[in-house]
């Protein structure tokens, strides 16, 4: 079955960097494009960043571009969110999405907070 693991959020000063990671089993993880979301506190969740299956193309939310950037591991079935210059408004939980076949697939969430 599809499993998505993401890992490596934590507490952060503003400015300071994190980099998360969404380890993915269960399907042919190069075929398929994948997107990180996140939900802060009391809001809906919003996308983030997108990455194509081979890893040549990327988009991301005007809140995080040029601060945020994801790549893939396509050897290791492991999809990355590196994440500079926190503010924040970055708190939230983050989730690595795929979709296929019909279906929405989701990680757990990692929490990342960026406090002073």
């Known amino acids: 079955q599809v499993e998505l693991v993401e890992s490596g959020g934590g507490l952060v000063q503003p400015g300071e960097s994190l980099r998360l990671s969404c380890a993915a089993s269960?399907?042919?993880?190069?075929?398929?494009?994948m997107r990180w979301y996140r939900q802060a506190p009391g809001k809906e969740r919003e996308w983030v960043a997108f990455?194509?299956?081979?890893?040549?193309?990327?988009n991301y939310a005007d809140s995080v571009k040029g601060r945020f950037t994801v790549s893939r591991d396509n050897t290791n079935s492991t999809m990355y969110l590196q994440l500079n210059s926190l503010k924040d408004e970055d708190t939230a939980v983050y989730y690595c999405?795929?979709?296929?076949?019909?279906?929405?697939?989701w990680g757990q969430g990692t929490q990342v907070t960026v406090s002073s």
């Open positions: 999405n795929t979709y296929f076949g019909g279906s929405n697939y």
């Open positions: 990455i194509t299956g081979t890893g040549t193309s990327t």
């Open positions: 269960g399907f042919t993880f190069s075929r398929f494009g």
